[in-house]
């Protein structure tokens, strides 16, 4: 079975906090070891893969105003179904002020 419940929380334009409900004993095949979360850059096609002990993962490495889909699946033995699609887009990032003394 795959990581269901699955959400992500864009903080800002280069953080995103990833969240997910355990799945239930029953429905793996052994113990879990962690988790791992595919994720692609849709502007540019490039992916990543993280790995997570948890069922949350704090990333801080995206690219502002980029959207990203991510999919996550509980290792065993092996990884196990990976869960569906889900995207999300960051924020913009603030201009940062310059102050010029002269």
């Known amino acids: 079975m ?17 969240m997910w409900n355990p799945i239930h004993p029953e429905n793996h095949n052994g113990i879990i070891h962690h988790y791992l ?4 850059e849709l502007n540019t096609g490039k992916q990543f893969v993280q790995t997570s002990p948890t069922t949350m993962i704090l990333l801080n490495f995206f690219h ?5 889909t991510f999919t996550i699946a509980a290792v065993t033995v092996g990884a ?3 869960s569906d699609f ?5 924020l913009e990032e603030a201009p940062q002020l310059i102050l010029v003394v002269e």
């Open 64 to 68: 502002p105003s980029y959207n990203y």
């Open 86 to 90: 889900v995207r999300f887009k960051t």
């Open 2 to 18: 795959s990581p269901e419940g699955i959400e992500a929380t864009v903080l800002s334009g280069t953080e995103v906090m990833l």
């Open 37 to 40: 979360i595919n994720i692609t």
């Open 80 to 82: 196990g179904p990976y």
